[in-house]
T-cell receptor, first 114, second 111 residues
């Protein structure tokens, strides 16, 4: 398996534009997490899905952020409209539902909003 | 929800010395405590984990200890090497696979 695949690796966009980040989980993994990483706040959990269903989105900072998981092999995180303070590295991680299983992270998407 | 605190935020050691990173958690229901290492430009990767029924676990130069009463757990790296330089995250799981991370420790091993 190629691991968790995120795209794009880097994204530079202008303030106000819509941004869509994509994640392909490891085949067979049925839990998916979106994290945001900044120097100031470290790794923040934004939202996670179990079996494609959003379980906890309390970490989503504002209504400008939305996430979907239409099927077991694909998830998106959308920011609309984007703002400079959204600049961060966004990670997707996946794991198998169960007791105490390892989470595998993608390489991340570095988002810069200018 | 769970609250994981991690200290120190930065740590510099001489090559060959030991490094210790400490974490505390708030939810007594947490029962799984993984440690992740993040190298520059990469996502975090699991390096060791410990479950609540165990007090200590060792894997070569890396060891983790858990004190459930005090809600503390620690990462110990002995005989540090330059390639150990990275950001280390502790985490705790409470509930259905919801990983709560500490804020990270940037470890620098000075040759």
């Amino acid at each position: 398996d190629a691991g968790v695949i995120q795209s794009p690796r880097h994204e530079v966009t202008e303030m106000g534009q819509e941004v869509t980040l994509r994640c392909k989980p490891i085949s067979g993994h049925n839990s998916l997490f979106w994290y945001r990483q900044t120097m100031m706040r470290g790794l923040e959990l934004l939202i996670y899905f179990n079996n494609n269903v959003p379980i906890d989105d309390s970490g989503m900072p504002e209504d400008r952020f939305s996430a979907k998981m239409p099927n077991a092999s694909f998830s998106t995180l959308k920011i609309q409209p984007s703002e400079p303070r959204d600049s961060a590295v966004y990670f997707c991680a996946t794991t198998s539902l169960g007791i105490n299983t390892e989470a595998f992270f993608g390489q991340g998407t570095r988002l810069t909003v200018v | 929800g769970e609250n994981v605190e991690q200290h120190p935020s930065t740590l510099s050691v001489q090559e060959g010395d030991s490094a210790v990173i400490k974490c505390t958690y708030s939810d007594s229901a947490s029962n799984y405590f993984p440690w992740y290492k993040q190298e520059l430009g990469k996502g975090p990767q699991l390096i060791i984990d410990i479950r609540s029924n165990v007090g200590e676990k060792k894997d070569q130069r890396i060891a983790v200890t858990l004190n459930k009463t005090a809600k503390h757990f620690s990462l110990h790296i002995t005989e540090t090497q330059p390639e150990d330089s990275a950001v280390y995250f502790c985490a705790a799981i409470a509930g259905a696979n919801n990983l709560f991370f500490g804020t990270g420790t940037r470890l620098t091993v000075i040759p």
